[in-house]
């Protein structure tokens, strides 16, 4: 009889420690996703990244001459309809990360702006061609 309650008495404390444990992982994972909630997705992180680079290639985005003096000595490389298109998409790409980065609109909103953008950029991309 004496075994009986010692392995009672060792069983209740068995499970008394183990939903104590449960208790704090509990606690400490909701911790965790609280403080993950402001955090945007790695993934989108990464796929919007990498629609940027995409973009930027693209469109030559350090191509853009620095002011029109400059503009206008390199017309004679550019079909000038070409080169003002690219540039419009440089321009509208500049804003959309300017939105981003000053918080105006969403990471999920700018990966969509980025997606329709890549779209248009990949439909004209023979036109975005330096002129032999």
Request: charged content about 20%; glycine content about 2%.
């Amino acid at each position: 009889m004496d075994v009986f309650f010692f392995f009672l008495i060792a069983g209740v404390s068995i499970i008394v420690m183990i939903l104590k444990f449960d208790k704090k992982q509990t606690i400490k994972v909701n911790a965790v996703l609280r403080e993950s909630r402001s955090i945007p997705p790695m993934f989108l992180l990464k796929s919007t990244e990498q629609k940027i680079a995409s973009l930027k290639a693209a469109l030559r985005y350090d191509d853009v001459p620095v002011n029109m003096a400059a503009a206008s000595t390199m017309a004679n490389l550019y079909n000038n309809k070409n080169e003002s298109l690219r540039l419009s998409k440089v321009q509208e790409l500049k804003v959309l990360s300017a939105k981003y980065n000053n918080g105006q609109i969403s990471i999920e909103a700018y990966n969509a702006r980025l997606d329709e953008l890549l779209d248009l950029v990949h439909q004209h991309s023979g036109d975005f061609v330096l002129a032999s």
